[in-house]
């Protein structure tokens, strides 16, 4: 199940049109840290699985890190790229990603700071993400 909400995560983040717009033809949407900053940047980040199953089906509560990097004057440019984030994932579910049904997906926690050494700004999002067998 994780192998393909991975997947999907990063399809969905890679074809949003507006999410490509403010990163950069092509997307800067990278599965790990981006070995040379390349900035405005997404990677997808930690990702962690608890148990969710029921009596009748075997699932899993996906917590997943999300981390953005832009650099501008102030947040605005961050703050588009995090909702756009949110949107994108949050307002695609329920969905199915080949052999998983995504049943949920809700923004837990979203952080943003000035990172000095990088002179942009990043910001983290987890998501949680509950998942089922598909056809289960």
């Known amino acids: 199940m994780t192998g393909d909400l991975h997947a999907w995560l990063l399809d969905r983040l890679s074809n949003d049109a507006a999410l490509v717009a403010d990163l950069g033809d092509p997307p800067r949407v990278f599965d790990r840290p981006p070995p040379r900053r390349a900035l405005p940047s997404v990677y997808v980040g930690r990702i962690e699985v608890a148990d969710w199953s029921t009596d009748d089906a075997r699932g899993q509560a996906v917590s997943v ?17 995090v909702a756009r984030i949110e949107s994108t994932l949050t307002d695609a579910v329920p969905a199915t990603a080949q052999s998983t049904r995504i049943v949920l997906a809700m923004p837990v926690a979203i952080s943003t700071a000035y990172e000095r050494g990088q002179a942009a700004f990043h910001a983290t999002l987890r998501l949680r993400f509950l998942c089922a067998a598909a056809g289960a």
């Open 65 to 81: 890190v999300i981390h953005a990097y832009a650099r501008g004057p102030g947040r605005t440019d961050i703050d588009r790229i």
